[in-house]
Every structure is written in C-alpha cells, then in structure tokens.
C-alpha cells in the first residue's frame, strides 16, 4: 500500500449561539498514490468541509489528517486546491496567472519559467497566454485554473465541484480534459461532487456520505475500463447500473 493521504476518524462540530451542531460524524479512508477518488453524498453532508479540513484550512474537532505520514495542521505545498468557480484573477493575463503560485512562493528562476510555459504548449493554452480570463470560454478558464494548480507541483489535488458552474456540454468536455491533465501528470485527485454520473465518469473508488452528522455509507470500487476517456465511461455498459446503485443508496439507504 501507497498510501498519499489518511483521514483517520475525522468529526466536525459548528459552535452556533444556537448550540452545537455536528456536520461530520465520524470518517475513515485513506487514498492511494495516483488514484482519483470521488466523493458524493446529500446536500449539506459536509463534503466540502471534509476538503477544507484536508487542505488544513479547517481544524477537525476530532481525529487527524495525514498526507505523506505527515499530520496536517495548517496548509502547505503539497496540496492543490481547485475551485467551483476558476478564480483567475481577471487583471492578469492567462501565462501570469499560471505563473502565480511560484511566484508567492518566491520561486521565479529559467527553470519555473520553463515550467510554466511547458504546461500551456502541452495543454492547449499556449497561444492564449497572453489573453485575459474575460476573453477564454468557461472550458479554457478551467484548464488555466488546473494548470495554475499544477504548476507549484502539488502532491494532491483536491477538486471542490470544479465543473458544476458550467453548462452541461462545456462540463462533459471540460471533465474530459481534466482527468486526461491529471492522469497524464500522474496526480492523486480527490474530487467532491453532487453529479453521481461524474463520480463514475472519472473515479477509481467512490465514497458514499450519509447525511449529517455525515458517515461513510459505502465505498465502491468503480470496475470500469480506466483507459478510457470519462466520456467513453459513460457509454459503458455498466455505467447505468452503477448508476441506479448509488442513486439507490442515496435516495432511499440514505433516509
């Protein structure tokens, strides 16, 4: 076992004026160097706030994050975070965006310069470099935004519903362009997202989420052919079933 990432009995409670509220329960898996996992479960579940307490931008009320052996306590840069929305910042052009987490990091050398303009050659974005967010679709901005992530060279992804601002054509396309970026970087994803079709499109396993306090209901082993494209995933034989299968979990197991 090669073991990237453990979340090892993490629980969540929100302190209100109210009272206490527990989002997450108690939650336990771990993540194999190079896989992509998905993460789906009901509204309001804690899916996101089980990201943010990966990332270290959120403390557990209990248990531990480790990544590496290593336990997270705060952020660092071994985790890349993409968002909803790609938060390119519009006043740059699309290379300086890119470029911008080497740059915080102090990082500006021939080599990180080098490395920056080999991502946009390799991914498509070479001649927009010089184009400013306003003036690339939705699918392109969201290319920049996983090359601006990949460009600090982080040993996990973390993918926060990273399509769902996107019209349903652009999003099947744009999935399709990100899992080929991360599969050919040789990352470790780790994806949160409502769209169970996604989730079967793109993982390797499949965590299921009760609703909240939030526990693990299921975790599946996605037997599709990891060669092909998460479009072609969808036309597999196997996909509706998958499908009912966890629709079925969520929508009934799941009350």
Known sequence: MN????LDRISLTYHTPSGEIPAIGSI????ENGEFIAIIG????GKTSILSIVAGLLKPSGGEVR?????????????????????????LTIEQNVRLPLEIKGLKGTEYSEKVRSLLKKYGLWEFRGSYPSELSGGMRQRAALI????????????DEPFSALDFQTRISVCDDVYEIIKKEKKTAVLVTHDITEAISVADRIVVLTKRPSKILNIHDIDTDKTLSPLKR??????????????RELNYENK
């Not at 336990?28 to 993540?31: C, D």
Request: hydrophobic share 40%; aromatic share 12%.
């Open 67 to 91: 990544i590496n052996g290593k336990k997270v306590v705060k952020p660092d840069g071994s985790i890349g975070y993409m968002l909803q929305k790609d938060e390119l910042f519009p006043w």
């Open 3 to 6: 073991e990237i990432l453990e």
């Open 148 to 159: 601006r992530t990949l460009s600090s060279s982080p040993d996990l992804l973390l993918l």
């Open 28 to 31: 336990s898996f771990s993540v």
């Open 234 to 247: 969808r036309e597999n034989k196997d996909f509706s079933a998958w499908f009912e299968r966890l629709w």
């Open 42 to 45: 009901p509204s309001g579940c």
